[in-house]
Structures are given as C-alpha cells and as structure tokens.
Nanobody, 115 residues
C-alpha cells in the first residue's frame, strides 16, 4: 500500500510559478514510477509528467519546456516545478504512483492561474 500526500497548490497570476510536492509513505519509493496528472472542470484527467525509477521523464506536449518533474528518493518525494503558468493550467493536480502491480492516487491539490 502507498499513501500519497500532495502540497503546494494555490492561486498564481499568469506567468507565475508554483512547485508541487508529493510525499509517499512507502519505504521503497525509489522503485516506484511517479507521475502528476491533472483534471480541469468538465475535462478528463490527463497525464502531465512522469518520472520512472531510473530518472527518465516524459511530459505532455502542452507543458514541455515549462514544467519539470523531479524526485528525491531520500525524502520519498516527487516534485513538479511549474513555470510560465497559463490560465489553461488551472486544474486539480493529482500525484500518482505505480509499483508494477497497482496504481495509487493522492487526494489532489488545486492550482488556479488567474489575474
């Protein structure tokens, strides 16, 4: 079982930055594939960024060059650095973990980009 706790959401103006954090309860965090998804009102949940245990990453086209996913295995934490935020980035952001057998989700954190 993996429990995920997210933090770092909030209200930011267009062009601003936020950093999301997600801490996992599992001691073998380093073996987990971690990801951030988001869901905007009236839209389906979509993958934003993923980082595998080896450190390889992939991103949605809409966030490439603006968002960076990283992980600190010593702290069981994955981060999402979001720069140059746009109103279209407004959504609930969810942390996701996959251990090869099961999917785990955090409770979500709201990100609102508005002037």
């Amino acid at each position: 079982q993996v429990q995920l706790v997210e933090s770092g959401g909030g209200l930011v103006q267009p062009g601003g930055s936020l950093r999301l954090s997600c801490t996992a309860s599992r001691s073998i965090f380093s073996s987990l594939t971690m990801a951030w998804y988001r869901q905007a009102p009236g839209k389906e949940r979509e993958l934003v960024a993923r980082i595998v245990s080896s450190g390889g990453t992939n991103y949605a086209d809409s966030v490439k060059g603006r968002f960076t996913i990283s992980r600190d295995n010593a702290k069981n934490t994955v981060f999402l650095q979001m720069n140059s935020l746009e109103p279209e980035d407004t959504a609930v952001y969810y942390c996701h973990a996959y251990d090869g057998l099961r999917n785990y989700w955090g409770q979500g954190t709201q990100v609102t980009v508005s002037s």
